[in-house]
């Protein structure tokens, strides 16, 4: 008895060390990919951004505003630079209009054409004027952990669902183990080729959810520095009027 009493102290011992130096057990994809949605996606959103587009010669930062309401419904206004200001998108479904005041013309683009850069950064209209629920669009398995920017992160690997045609046949996720904030992401084509890559840089804590406050975006398909996402100001959740979506937006 006494040597079975000792095996079993040698077990607990050997279980409480493997889980101290992080080999813990990795959850359930399906589970942790809910998490991240939850404090990632919202039904609606509002918000105030600015990126800075590093071009191969110069760089530049334009600012703008930001409504959102799933994958269909987007709004976007730029505040700055006054070259800028005033131009405005529209999305609805997988159609999009782009105002300029400049010209005081409004100009209709849609399917793939979505996929297009926004401004010459490395992010596409789908980029910024979409917050899907990434659960509801891929299947996701765990393939490991590792560490980034000192966060302990499980590795995520999503793929689409049949039937389901994203911007990204598949994903790989770097998820903070404690946040379940994604913190470093690379974004396929069916055929496996690697579209686009995200790192955040800086995190921080708005209405109670973790946001990646800075993050650089870069299109493996362009040969700069990337586009460098700052969220100065979010909400979740807000009430959204209708007309917010509509083309008669574009002119007011």
């Given at each position: 008895?006494?040597?079975?009493?000792?095996?079993?102290?040698?077990?607990?011992?050997?279980?409480?060390?493997?889980?101290?130096?992080?080999?813990?057990?990795?959850?359930?994809?399906?589970?942790?990919?809910?998490?991240?949605?939850?404090?990632?996606?919202?039904?609606?959103?509002?918000?105030?951004?600015?990126?800075?587009?590093?071009?191969?010669?110069?760089?530049?930062?334009?600012?703008?505003?930001?409504?959102?309401?799933?994958?269909?419904?987007?709004?976007?206004?730029?505040?700055?630079?006054?070259?800028?200001a005033?131009?405005?998108?529209?999305?609805?479904?997988?159609?999009?209009?782009?105002?300029?005041?400049?010209?005081?013309?409004?100009?209709?683009?849609?399917?793939?054409?979505?996929?297009?850069?926004?401004?010459?950064?490395?992010?596409?209209?789908?980029?910024?004027?979409?917050?899907?629920?990434l659960?509801?669009?891929?299947?996701?398995?765990?393939?490991?952990?590792?560490?980034?920017?000192?966060?302990?992160?499980?590795?995520?690997?999503?793929?689409?669902?049949?039937?389901?045609?994203?911007?990204?046949?598949s994903?790989?996720a770097?998820?903070?183990?404690?946040?379940?904030?994604?913190?470093?992401?690379?974004?396929?084509?069916?055929?496996?080729?690697?579209?686009?890559?995200?790192?955040?840089?800086e995190?921080?804590?708005?209405?109670?959810?973790?946001?990646a406050?800075?993050?650089?975006?870069?299109?493996?398909?362009k040969?700069?520095?990337?586009?460098?996402?700052?969220?100065?100001?979010?909400?979740?959740?807000?009430?959204?009027p209708d007309?917010?979506?509509?083309?008669?937006?574009?002119?007011r």
């Amino acid at each position: 008895m006494r040597g079975v009493g000792m095996a079993v102290v040698l077990g607990l011992i050997g279980a409480w060390l493997a889980g101290a130096s992080g080999q813990a057990q990795a959850p359930p994809a399906a589970w942790l990919l809910e998490k991240v949605d939850e404090n990632q996606s919202s039904r609606t959103r509002i918000s105030v951004w600015e990126m800075t587009i590093h071009g191969r010669r110069s760089s530049r930062t334009v600012k703008a505003k930001s409504w959102v309401e799933g994958i269909d419904r987007g709004f976007t206004e730029f505040l700055d630079p006054p070259r800028d200001a005033g131009t405005k998108m529209l999305k609805l479904g997988d159609q999009l209009w782009t105002y300029s005041p400049s010209t005081d013309r409004t100009i209709q683009i849609a399917g793939h054409m979505l996929r297009q850069s926004v401004m010459g950064s490395d992010m596409s209209y789908e980029d910024l004027m979409e917050d899907p629920r990434l659960q509801s669009v891929y299947d996701a398995r765990v393939t490991g952990e590792e560490v980034f920017l000192e966060r302990p992160c499980w590795v995520l690997e999503l793929t689409a669902r049949d039937g389901k045609t994203p911007a990204y046949h598949s994903r790989k996720a770097w998820v903070d183990k404690e946040r379940f904030l994604v913190l470093k992401e690379e974004r396929f084509a069916t055929s496996g080729r690697l579209l686009k890559s995200t790192e955040v840089v800086e995190v921080g804590r708005m209405h109670g959810r973790w946001v990646a406050e800075r993050a650089v975006f870069r299109d493996a398909l362009k040969k700069d520095a990337g586009t460098e996402f700052v969220v100065g100001a979010v909400e979740f959740d807000p009430a959204i009027p209708d007309h917010v979506f509509s083309q008669a937006s574009l002119r007011r």
